[in-house]
């Protein structure tokens, strides 16, 4: 009697340690919650290395609605991706600062990053991170600036298969309105 009572107790701990094992999120998912926000300094540090210093690319300037469009053999992409790198909020002092929203799939993985600056005073006021079977596949930043003389709103879209889209509105209250928009779409 005493050794069925003793399987019994091992088969359930057993079974208990699975149970609670299967419901734990992906390694890569639990990393990404443990950082409190998504690191884009470190992301698009490692993008630079991946694209590397220079590449060639199709890129598209539209400043106030005229258009520009041309191939370059040599974009500087440790300068172009670092508008997207300064809106890194990864900062002790703003952990408190912003919302974090995650959207999971039934397995456990992080398939939306979504973070909301809880202050409008804050450059950095969104960022959503999407995932595509455990990688990113998109990333959107909204930073917006204010001060007396103007307000700014730049939208950043980053997509590591296909490019960027670099967008930016600035009303000056006494001069008007300007929009500038870059697109840049890589070339392998």
């Known amino acids: 009697m005493r050794m069925k009572f003793v399987a019994f107790i091992t088969i359930s701990f057993l079974s208990l340690c699975l149970l609670v094992s299967a419901c734990q999120p992906t390694s890569d998912s639990a990393i990404l919650l443990e950082s409190r926000f998504f690191d884009l300094k470190g992301y698009f540090e490692q993008e630079i ?4 210093e220079k590449g060639k690319a199709q890129k598209q300037v539209m400043v ?14 440790r300068k172009e991706l670092n508008v997207f790198a300064s809106s890194d909020i990864n900062r002790p002092a703003w952990s408190d600062a912003y919302k ?3 959207v999971f799939n039934k397995s456990g993985e992080v398939l939306r990053l979504g973070i909301s ?16 079977d455990r990688n990113v596949s998109k990333i959107f930043i909204e930073n917006v600036s204010k001060n007396p003389i103007t307000t700014a709103i730049q939208r950043l879209t ?9 967008e930016s509105h600035q009303d000056i ?3 008007g309105e300007h929009d500038f928009k870059v ?4 070339i392998r």
């Open 49 to 52: 290395q991946r694209l590397g």
């Open 64 to 77: 106030d609605g005229k258009k520009e469009e041309r191939g370059v053999d040599s974009v500087d992409f």
């Open 100 to 102: 974090v929203d995650s």
């Open 117 to 132: 600056a809880l202050d409008k005073n804050l450059k950095a006021q969104q960022i959503t991170i999407d995932y595509f």
């Open 158 to 166: 980053y997509m590591p298969s296909a490019g960027y889209i670099i």
């Open 173 to 175: 209250h006494v001069g």
């Open 183 to 186: 697109e840049v779409h890589f």
